[in-house]
Nanobody
Framework: VQLQASGGGLVQHGESIRLSCAATTRTFRRYTMGWLRQAPGKEREFVAAMSEGSTYYADSVRGRFTISRGNALNAVDLQMNSLKPEDTAVYYC????????????????WGQGTQVTVSS
């Protein structure tokens, strides 16, 4: 596994949770890194990304989620605030040389996801 996500869990509507991702076997220093998610019965979708010092968000999470570099080398975190039941999904850490690959939810690298469940 090259990208390991952690921090998921069960929270209530309006609460917060923080996800972390660390690269375990290679460096992604010059890669765009970010997060995708997949809800039950839906396709995987873009959530957030960091590329060359800029951050990008899906419209559905902008203003509630914040992506940032983690403490470890090649790590990226996702702070998720004001969670809604529709945020329930498996969240995947992802990396790719190209930003558009994350927008299109087709990254070269992604790891095992972490489940986030938001109860109403």
């Amino acid at each position: 596994v090259q990208l390991q996500a952690s921090g998921g869990g069960l929270v209530q509507h309006g609460e917060s949770i923080r996800l972390s991702c660390a690269a375990t076997t290679r460096t992604f220093r010059r890669y765009t890194m970010g997060w995708l998610r997949q809800a039950p019965g839906k396709e995987r979708e873009f959530v957030a990304a960091m590329s060359e010092g800029s951050t990008y968000y899906a419209d559905s999470v902008r203003g509630r989620f914040t992506i940032s570099r983690g403490n470890a080398l090649n790590a990226v975190d996702l702070q998720m605030n004001s969670l809604k039941p529709e945020d329930t999904a498996v969240y995947y850490c992802a990396a790719d040389p190209a930003l558009h690959a994350l927008f299109e939810a087709t990254p070269t690298y992604w790891g095992q996801g972490t489940q986030v469940t938001v109860s109403s």
